[in-house]
């Protein structure tokens, strides 16, 4: 039998309800994801919960802020990674953004991943900053990830972009990694995989947005000419994140497959070029059981 690729796993959750008015249950996953040997936990970032058209109760849109969270989870793990699936970037200002990420990433002592790219929910943006067009919000993700990365690595900033502007702003202490935490880009359109190529430290696209196994296995292919032409020195990492689903259980958005076939759906997008999966588990009631099933039948074919 041929062997498979290796393939690093972590865990994502959604930062909306029903977790957002249990929060007690972050902590449990994120504990027993690092009992169980997974590597990162990573949360959505939303101010309201996404792609529901028409009237939605107010609790449905109900959210935990995702790094005020992760700076907690901070102090209650100690090896397993902490990062965001993704931040929309033109959603947030890029100098504050990079202060409270080295913030985290000094509480959990170097363990800090910031999931970034440039949103796509318009009401979101809509209720909690200015929507903008496509073209525009990659290049204000392009600006505050290149601001964001000044800040982490120099003494002092100013900074003249068309979106931001800082004046001699000094962000101290450091994130404890050095040049700061790795930035992982949420990308599925071309413009932002060429920005993957040329800035990100991994390429981190959702199922449930676009990633299907075809747009996946083209898409690798035109990272890596990409970063060849812009003359990328360091590798770049390839990941995933998306749904393992008990068979017959419905949901608004594409998952990656169910629980009976992870192993074939991980081995299909690793032999697509996908490096580290991040796995979320439905039904919700069931995600820690299904979280342990998945890290004794799925993962150690992997390693």
């Not at 101010?47 to 989870?73: D, K, Q, Y």
């Not at 000044?150 to 900074?159: F, G, K, M």
Request: aromatic share 12%; hydrophobic share 40%; with cysteine.
């Amino acid at each position: 039998m041929r062997a498979r690729k290796k393939v690093t796993f972590g865990i994502c959750a959604y930062n909306w309800e029903p977790f957002s008015y249990t929060p007690k249950i972050y902590e449990e996953i994120a504990l027993g994801a690092e009992s169980l040997g997974f590597d990162s936990f990573f949360i959505t970032d939303h101010f309201m919960r996404p792609h529901t058209p028409g009237f939605v109760p107010p609790r449905e849109h109900a959210t935990i802020e995702a790094w005020s969270l992760l700076s907690n989870l901070a102090a209650k793990t100690n090896t397993i990674k902490l990062g965001t699936c993704v931040t929309p970037i033109p959603l947030r200002r890029p100098a504050i953004l990079a202060k409270v990420v080295a913030t985290v990433d000094i509480l959990s002592d170097g363990r800090a991943i910031l999931g970034a790219g440039a949103g796509w929910d318009r009401p979101e943006f809509e209720g909690y900053g200015e929507w903008r067009s496509n073209s525009e919000r990659v290049e204000m993700t392009r600006e505050g990830i290149d601001l964001i990365r000044r800040l982490w690595s120099e003494d002092s900033v100013t900074y003249e972009g068309k979106y931001f502007k800082t004046n001699n702003a000094v962000l101290e202490p450091k994130p404890v990694q050095k040049n700061g935490p790795e930035i992982w880009v949420g990308a599925i359109h071309d413009k932002m995989l060429k920005l993957t190529a040329e800035m990100g430290d991994a390429w981190f696209p959702g199922r449930a947005v676009g990633a299907t196994l075809e747009h996946y296995s083209k898409s690798v292919p035109k990272i890596k000419k990409q970063a060849e032409v812009c003359g990328r020195k360091t590798p770049l990492k390839y990941a995933l994140m998306g749904y393992f689903t008990e068979p017959n259980v419905s949901l608004s958005l594409p998952a990656l497959g169910t629980m009976d076939k992870a192993s074939e759906v991980v081995e299909a997008y690793a032999e697509a070029g996908c490096e580290y999966i991040a796995a979320m588990f439905f039904p919700v009631a069931k995600f820690k059981e299904l979280m342990k099933n998945f890290a004794k039948d799925v993962v150690p074919s992997f390693s």
